[in-house]
């Protein structure tokens, strides 16, 4: 059974998402009702809405066909000897990544086949499965039989952590989790990075709870630098920005590689100009960022008093003071999600309808104060 769905009613044309009740807009616009999607789906539709279009195309279709083609394309590329059709078998943890898997499972059946498990049709979950089982328990997850040297990973239940295992040949079991899945990204840019010849410079970010040893090869043999931060994700997130190319990843398997605007400028220049070895090079980096999805920062704003003022940036609190005063019976706040690359705005009001406009007006100061990207919200509905 499934009993984690996420479901998106209202996406705003910027940076912030309201939950509630989807909402007829004036001139006959109908704010998109997007269904039952993972987080990872979520942030990929955020982006797309907050860049009018140019990331990608705002549909779960769009999704699929940008990460499908990127993958397909990828894996031709890097092409292995004696790996002609790949398989691996996926344990979704009976939670939404069940139904999205299944959904785009034939966008990718030409370079990868999937064979799912723990797939909502029985089960609770998480139950005896998912990423954190796999990785707590150091065994796979229940309902999968595994043989040597086959392919396996894990979701956890909103799909947006991975860990993958696999055995030997003597039975024994290898995780490869968060800390190994950022060494291996890490090398393999690095590598592509230096046949491309651009002083693009990489780093890895990690909390203290990493493995060592991965620290050790990653400084000592790879030569890539890595930096230590707070556990949490918004933490790594914030320091991996630093970089032209920043890769975190918690052991949990919970991450992902950012590319800055000038490295992703740099690199599509290379893929189109240079000679061949580079160019090939630079077309598996573009394909790279192709299939990691790029968001703003939310941590431009930072709070108090349990969530409820705003400490920076510097007037944004001011300004929804003075709003809250224009409606009866009114208080608002606005808080960074500390999971997704969203911020948050909640509003209260005496009448729905002055609800959803103290929201509305509110959301409008934060995309102004705080650097809000895409299309400028409009004031009331």
């Known amino acids: 059974m499934l009993t984690e769905l996420r479901k998106t009613f209202y996406l705003l044309d910027n940076q912030f998402i309201i939950k509630g009740r989807t ?13 039952l999607v993972t987080t990872p789906q979520l942030h ?67 370079g990868l086949s999937v064979q799912l498990f723990n797939d909502g049709t029985k ?18 997850p229940q309902g999968m039989e595994m043989k040597a040297n086959e392919r396996c990973c894990s979701f956890d239940g909103d799909a947006d952590r991975i860990v993958y295992y696999y055995l030997d040949v003597d039975g024994h079991f290898h995780l490869i989790d968060g ?34 040893s991965s620290t050790r090869y990653l400084e000592e043999v790879m030569k890539v630098p890595v930096y230590c931060t707070k556990t949490g994700v918004k933490h790594l997130h914030h320091k991996a920005q630093e970089f032209d190319i920043g890769v975190y990843f918690e052991a949990n398997g919970h991450g992902t590689v950012l590319f800055s605007k000038a ?12 000679g061949d070895k580079k160019r090939e090079a630079a077309k598996m980096l573009e394909n790279v960022i192709d299939l990691f999805n790029q968001v703003a920062d939310r941590q ?42 969203i911020v948050r705005v909640y509003a209260e009001a005496d009448s729905q309808e002055n609800a959803d406009s103290l929201a509305r007006a509110v959301s409008l100061a934060v995309f102004q104060l705080a650097g809000g990207v895409g299309e400028m919200p409009q004031p009331g509905f």
Request: glycine content about 8%; proline content about 3%.
């Open 123 to 140: 089960g609770k979950l998480n139950h005896l499965c998912g990423a954190d089982f796999v990785k707590s328990h150091q065994k796979p």
């Open 263 to 274: 490295a992703e400028t740099k690199i599509k220049q290379l893929a189109k100009e240079s």
């Open 300 to 341: 431009v704003i930072s709070t108090t008093d349990a969530e409820r003022q705003v400490v920076t940036p510097l007037g944004l609190q001011e300004a929804i003071n003075d709003l809250v005063k224009t409606y009866r019976l009114s208080r608002a706040f606005v808080r960074p999600s500390g999971t997704e690359d």
């Open 23 to 35: 909402q007829e807009k004036p001139a006959g616009r109908v704010a998109p009702d997007y269904g």
């Open 44 to 110: 990929y539709m955020v982006y797309c809405r907050n860049t009018s279009g140019r990331y990608g195309k705002a549909t779960i279709e769009g999704y699929y066909e940008k990460l499908s083609k990127a993958f397909i394309e990828l894996t031709k590329q890097a092409f292995c000897s004696g790996d002609d059709y790949r398989s691996l078998k996926v344990d979704c943890a009976n939670g939404i990544g069940a139904l999205k898997l299944r959904e785009m499972e034939h966008y990718i059946s030409q």
């Open 179 to 212: 800390d190994k899945i950022a060494t291996l990204i890490s090398s393999f840019l690095k590598e592509l990075l230096l046949e491309i010849g651009e002083s693009l410079n990489i780093g890895v970010v990690q909390t203290a709870y990493a493995n060592g």
